[in-house]
């Protein structure tokens, strides 16, 4: 049986498309109170997924992403825009 976080993570992201990927700006930075720009994957509804470093939101975190085909792919912190 599934919990209330499972629940509710379901509810929120199944279904959901990721319409664009970008990292954040310095003023959306600033605006967290954290050090450096976490990637932002924006979604079909309005929404935004941000990895923060743990569940207080001290700062940006990583992504891992994992592919089918046993690829690793690890998305960083502190990407700045151009980079």
Do not use: C
Request: no cysteine.
């Amino acid at each position: 049986m599934a919990g209330r976080w499972h629940k509710a993570a379901r509810a929120a992201l199944v279904g959901r498309r990721i319409t664009a990927v970008r990292w954040m700006s310095e003023a959306e930075v600033e605006a967290f109170g954290w050090n450096d720009p976490a990637i932002v994957m924006e979604l079909d509804d309005g929404g935004v997924l941000i990895p923060q470093m743990d569940d207080e939101g001290n700062d940006a975190g990583a992504l891992l992403q994992l592919t089918k085909a046993g690829d690793e792919h690890l998305w960083p912190v502190g990407v700045k825009e151009g980079e």
